[in-house]
Every structure is written in C-alpha cells, then in structure tokens.
C-alpha cells in the first residue's frame, strides 16, 4: 500500500483510508463484530488511515475504532475525527468551551490522550472567517488535545478559505469521477500550500460501484433514501448530490471504460488517487469483502484514455445535474 504525507501533519497515511461513517449510523444496520471485522480486513490490507466523526451513531463510530485498537495496539493506525455537528448550526456555537467538550468526548471515545486530528464538521461559511476559531484550534494543538487539525468542507469556496490559512493541516472534500469542481481550483492551492487533501464520498454513495439499478432501493434508516433531496444534511452526501436515475445511467457508462479484472468501485478510487495533489480516498465499506476490494484499489493501473472518458460521461450527463451550489 502506498502512503502519502498528509499535508501539514507530517504524517505518512494509506493512500486507500477506511471512512467509517458506515459502521456508526444512516446506512443501514452493521452489527458489532462485523464492523470490528471491517476494521481488521482493512489493515490487513494496508489501510493505516481511518476517517470518522462524533456524530456517527452519536460516537458509536468512535467508539468502535476505539475498542479495535486496544485490540491491535502493533497496528499503527492514524485517525482523523470531527466535531461541530453536534449543536445547531450557528456560527455562535463554535465555542472554546465547545470545542474542549467536543474533544474531550472524542479522546475518551477513542481512548487516547491526544486526537491525530480533527476536522471542523462542515461548519457555516462564517465559521472558515473567524480568527478566533482558529486561535481556539492552535490552543488545543498546544495543549496536546490534538496534534493537528483540519476542516471538512461542502463547498470549493470553503475549501479555497481554508487553504489559506496557514495551520490547517488538511481539507476533506466530497471528490469523485461524478464530481469534478475540485479539479479545477482546489488541488493546484492545497498542492501550493503544502496542504493534505482527503477524497470524501469517492463512489458517490455506491453509484460508482455499478451494483445499482434505477430500481434499486435502501432502508429506511439509509441516507440513500432520506437525504437525496438534501431534507437532514448537505445533498452532495448522498449520491454526490446527482439524480439517483442520472447516477445510474452514468454509472453503467463508467462501468464500460473499466478494463477486464477490475471491479469499477476499484476503478473509481485509482482515479482519484491518480489526481496530483490527493493525499487519501477514504470509501466505506458495510462488510469484509468491501474493505479489502476498496483497499486492492491502491494497486490498480488505469489504461490510457481512463480520464477522458471520465470527463466525457461528466460533461454529456452529469455537469448540469450536480447540486446548483456547485
């Protein structure tokens, strides 16, 4: 597995991460030993680099990583989490009393003294503008509460402001073959400023895996069936805020330019990591075989032409169907 310097945390990390937004809440049931088992398959495999947040299944996520690493305390795992979706998303409520409470929540959730890092949980716009925030953020890196901390963010904007400022260690960002805005603007700066780039929601909720059908349904517990008009969070999160049927559509034609031997999950997380200037893609998986297929991805060698036909399927489908924020 091939490791890269998550930007301004020095440290080296899979190129394949584990997001584990799946193993707390909202898409579908994962019982306990499954998900410690999702865990295991992942480092097996190469995996170094787990994602989560306190919010996901109200720290259950946390918690789960946790327990697997007092379990594999050999294993030399980085964990980045999140905090701010716990209050009402008002720029007042990102307070210092806040932030501690947050962080302390995660350190005991996780069990360690200091946080790898943490990410602010895609705050409001004003959030990135507030000094005071981030004066907050270098406290709690003084005081060993963390080591570094990044953000998390909806928009391009977002993540330009973000960039910019001279401690962020790291940028999440939702980045995709469905979702292309990124290319444009934010990898040149995060490149630029020596700035780690985390590739959030990679096979579009599963879109990019090529098992779905425009019949195609989910439990009702599963974002895949709540949030697709944006109803409980940003819309971009479910399906890379593309029609479910259009999704589909473009999925089958990017299952075509896949070559023989490579599922087009695997396929869709190699072209993320061949972008210049992405440190990690960090899939989900519900079970074992989908940690160690998503993790196989690292070796995978697109053929020549792999990219145009992504942006073709992009600009033919896709470009005027994303979400108008973007």
């Given amino acids: 597995m091939e490791t890269r310097t998550l930007g301004r945390t020095g ?9 584990t937004w799946q193993l707390g809440a909202d898409w579908g049931d994962v ?7 999702v865990l ?4 097996e495999e190469g995996v170094t680099f787990f994602d989560t947040a306190d919010v996901y299944g109200d720290g259950r996520s946390e918690q789960l990583i946790g327990e697997y690493l007092r379990s594999r305390p050999d294993a030399d795992i980085f964990v980045a989490t999140k905090m701010g979706r716990r209050v009402e998303q008002d720029p007042t409520n990102f307070t210092m009393d806040a932030f501690r409470a947050w962080t302390d929540r995660s350190r005991a959730n996780l069990g360690v003294d200091t946080l790898d890092l943490v990410q602010l949980h895609c705050p409001p716009s004003a959030v990135f503008s507030d000094e005071r925030v981030f004066e907050d953020l270098d406290t709690l890196v003084q005081e060993g509460a ?5 953000v998390s963010v909806e928009t391009v904007e977002e993540a330009l402001i973000a960039i910019r400022r001279p401690y962020v260690a790291s940028v999440q960002i939702i980045f995709n073959a469905f979702r292309l805005k990124p290319l444009d603007e934010v990898l040149p700066a995060a490149r630029a400023a020596g700035v780690g780039i985390i590739a959030r929601v990679p096979l579009a909720s599963g879109l990019l895996s090529g098992r779905y059908t425009a019949d195609t349904t989910f439990a009702a517990d599963d974002h895949r069936t709540f949030n697709r008009s944006g109803d409980a969070f940003d819309v971009g999160e479910t399906f890379s805020g593309v029609d479910f049927e259009t999704g589909v559509r473009a999925a089958q034609e ?3 330019l896949v070559p023989e031997g490579v599922e087009p999950a695997q396929a869709a997380i ?6 210049d200037g992405v440190t990690s893609a960090i899939p989900g998986a519900r079970n074992v075989k989908q940690a160690r297929g998503n993790a196989a991805a ?9 990219d145009a ?6 600009d033919r489908l896709l470009r005027d169907e994303i979400h108008p924020r973007w």
């Fill in 11 to 19: 440290r080296d990390v899979s190129v394949v991460g584990l997001g």
């Fill in 31 to 37: 019982d306990h030993d499954e998900a410690l088992a």
């Fill in 40 to 43: 295991d398959a992942a480092v």
């Fill in 146 to 150: 963390m080591a570094a901390y990044g």
């Fill in 254 to 256: 990017f299952a075509d």
């Fill in 270 to 275: 190699a072209w993320i990591l061949a972008q």
């Fill in 298 to 306: 690292a070796q995978v060698v697109l053929p020549e032409g792999f």
């Fill in 309 to 314: 036909g992504v942006r073709d399927i992009y």
